[in-house]
């Protein structure tokens, strides 16, 4: 079963606009993490937040968690047309080492 | 550092045959994984490996699903017989495992390109 459910499910913008996509989960973490998924592709590691965290940056990529509403956002700021992907939260809950991943978010930048 | 190696990339069968998938994680990575990802879903886990111990098999269909990773390297997950609703993408991922056992410690798993099965 799936933990974590993103929102939107698809999202479609002009380059240079920012991305922004949400993702709940249901039971207590360890962590969590976002993946990107070109099509065809495996899965990219972008960034982890631990659950003692509230904010965390990488380049253009600025994540948020919310322990309390059990809720992360991912930005991505300036967006290009190769940020076309799907983006997938992942979540680590404590005292297993197995990732539970929702269903993703489709987004698309269109030049 | 060569990433995680899948072999084959795509495979089309008859339902009713066998196919197996082979994964060669990274070098050093001791927790290998099989997820397996079904159009417009995120990847579910199938098998978790630390070295060549199954850990957790929980969503493994066993009556038809099997798995091995005899030397703690390379892995190979088979279907038999394969079914119409076993056509997916077959994934598998690697991670050095935990840093300690601590509240901290994370899990990056890195991951192959993926077998894309068919069944016909």
């Known amino acids: 079963s799936q933990q974590g459910e993103e929102d939107p499910q698809a999202l479609s913008i002009q380059e240079g606009e920012n991305a922004t996509m949400n993702c709940s989960y249901k039971?207590?973490?360890?962590?969590l993490q976002w993946y990107r998924q070109n099509s065809g592709r495996g899965l990219v590691h972008l960034i982890l937040?631990?659950?003692?965290?509230r904010e965390k940056h990488s380049g253009r990529l600025r994540v948020t968690l919310d322990t309390s509403k059990k809720s992360s956002s991912l930005l991505i700021t300036a967006s290009r047309a190769a940020d076309t992907a799907s983006y997938f939260c992942?979540?680590?809950?404590?005292?297993?080492?197995?990732?539970?991943f929702g269903k993703g978010t489709m987004l698309l930048v269109s030049p | 550092e060569a990433g995680v190696v899948q072999s084959p990339r795509y495979k089309i069968i008859e339902k009713k045959q066998p196919v197996a998938f082979w994964c060669n994680p990274i070098?050093?990575?001791?927790?290998l994984y099989w997820y397996r990802q079904n159009l417009g879903q995120g990847p579910e886990l199938l098998i978790r490996?630390?070295?060549?111990?199954?850990?957790?098999d929980s969503q493994l269909p066993k009556d038809r699903f099997s798995a091995e990773r005899l030397k703690g390297v390379d892995s190979t997950l088979k279907i038999q017989p394969a079914e119409l609703g076993d056509s997916a993408v077959y994934l598998c991922?690697?991670?050095?495992?935990?840093?300690?056992?601590?509240?901290?410690?994370?899990?990056?798993?890195?991951f192959g390109p993926g077998t894309r099965l068919t069944v016909l």
């Open positions: 991922a690697s991670s050095r495992g935990y840093q300690g056992k601590s509240l901290f410690s994370y899990n990056e798993q890195f």
């Open positions: 039971t207590s973490i360890n962590n």
């Open positions: 937040i631990r659950s003692n965290e």
């Open positions: 992942a979540t680590d809950a404590r005292g297993y080492s197995t990732l539970t």
């Open positions: 070098s050093g990575h001791n927790t």
């Open positions: 490996y630390e070295n060549e111990e199954a850990v957790d």
